[in-house]
């Protein structure tokens, strides 16, 4: 097992004070090796960006002589493997510009963060740089540990029944109700506590046991559909699926006869796909997409507008649904572009007939946007973390009350009754 005792992290920045604070930081939080510079293009010849073992780069994008972009360029010649991180001061459209070059050109992005970052910021960006997809747990807070797994783990892990699936609620802004649920499946590890996915997907998908996963995370949602069902609550859960399990022909058959042995109407089920990812394998995944659509069940293109072919995607695939990302909602409010980004992708949406589900609902302001926007669907911290199974109802009646304490709903709009969903 690995962790950030194996990490080494190159510090850029020509702020002396910026470049002590962070390198003060990074070494408080137990790396492996941390070196600083305040010129660009001495770092490019730092060994650790040359012998191929895990690295990151804490990078300024504004500097003299040599700035961030062009070190992005050079570091991308150099086909350097590690993280990249921005750190600066810019304002929130050349922190993304930037971001979006580093990406074209082929670099590992761990986040863009603004100056003084903080050091749960750090550990987060730094944590996406551990091997076998690692990244920040939540639950386990900025001084907790993170760990990568192999083959061996994660097989037992998924024999012994150690994969759970948690709930977050997906509602509606105009009226508050509980539409559906988004399956989020976590590791209950017998040391190391709850372990969300992103420590140990990867590993699933290297390792080829992303299709038990499939099995298991899609037979617990439908048993808690179906139980939720009958007491009383006609939601819908929502299941993300690989694009390795779309690689697989036979998956379609698979999950209709899932759903028919659970007793689920396959309406009732919407299956979630990255966009970013769809065009690895286009015409299998067409194959795959198309048939479970002839049998009814609703398909979620996830993280719109993050991929590299958003228009060819909605134009081949038959999606019901359109996930605007979290990095077009949260702020929305406050900036101008990302509203008429979620303006475009909802209206987008909208006219195809789809539905348009706000992610990312971080805060009030959130909720207000997606709501007076006349998005469909919000789902967010705001609204309510992922949660067990059996807290949903529980959850449900508080955040009936709660619509009424805070007000949340638009003036004039129909309050759900109380023994619907």
């Known amino acids: 097992m690995t962790g950030l005792g194996e990490l080494r992290v190159v510090v850029v920045d020509d702020d002396p004070v910026m470049l002590r604070l962070l390198g003060s930081m990074v070494r408080g939080l137990g790396v492996a090796e941390v070196s600083v510079h305040t010129e660009a293009a001495a770092a490019l010849t730092d060994p650790v960006l040359q012998d191929g073992r895990p690295s990151c780069v804490l990078l300024d994008i504004n500097m003299p002589g040599m700035d961030g972009i062009e070190f992005v360029r050079h570091l991308a010649e150099r086909v350097y493997g590690g993280m990249l991180v921005l750190v600066s001061g810019e304002d929130e459209a050349m922190r993304r510009a930037t971001a979006m070059l580093a990406q074209a ?3 590992k992005l761990g986040g863009t963060l603004s100056k003084p970052p903080t050091r749960a910021a750090i550990l987060g960006a730094l944590a996406a740089g551990l091997p076998d ?3 920040t747990a939540p639950a386990a807070g900025p001084s907790g540990p993170y760990h990568s797994f192999g083959y061996a783990e994660l097989q037992a892990a998924l024999a012994e029944g150690q994969l759970v699936n948690h709930y977050q609620p997906q509602v509606s802004p105009q009226t508050g109700a509980l539409v559906g649920v988004e399956s989020l499946v976590r590791w ?4 190391h506590g709850l372990l969300p996915p992103a420590q140990f997907v990867a590993v699933a998908e290297r390792y080829g046991l992303i299709g038990e996963l499939l099995v298991q995370t899609l037979r617990q949602a439908l048993g808690d559909l179906a139980a939720w069902q009958g007491r009383g ?9 690989s694009m390795d399990n779309l690689s697989v022909i036979s998956t379609a ?4 006869t899932e759903a028919r042995q659970a007793g689920v109407d396959p309406r009732q089920v919407v299956l979630e796909v990255t966009e970013s990812r769809l065009m690895r394998d286009l015409p299998t995944a067409l194959d795959v997409l198309a048939r479970l659509h002839l049998k009814r069940f609703r398909l979620s293109v996830d993280d719109f507008g993050t991929g590299h072919s958003t228009l060819v995607v909605l134009r081949d695939l038959l999606f019901d649904e359109l996930k605007i990302d979290a990095g077009f909602v949260h702020r929305a409010a406050q900036d101008p572009r990302l509203a008429t980004f979620f303006r475009a992708s ?10 348009a589900v706000a992610e990312g609902v971080e805060d009030a302001e959130d909720w207000v946007f997606a709501r ?9 911290w705001f609204v309510a973390r992922p949660m067990p199974a059996d807290r949903l109802e529980d959850w449900q009646a508080a955040w009936r009350q709660r619509t009424v304490r805070e007000r949340l709903l638009a003036t004039g709009a129909t309050r759900t009754p109380a023994g619907a969903a």
């Open 105 to 107: 050109r082929g670099l």
């Open 133 to 135: 997809g690692a990244r």
């Open 188 to 191: 209950q590890h017998p040391v």
């Open 233 to 241: 609550h006609p939601l819908r859960v929502a299941v993300n699926v």
């Open 253 to 256: 058959d698979f999950i209709e």
């Open 346 to 355: 909802q209206g987008l949406a909208h006219n195809l007939g789809m539905e």
């Open 372 to 380: 007076d926007e006349g998005c469909d669907l919000a789902q967010g």
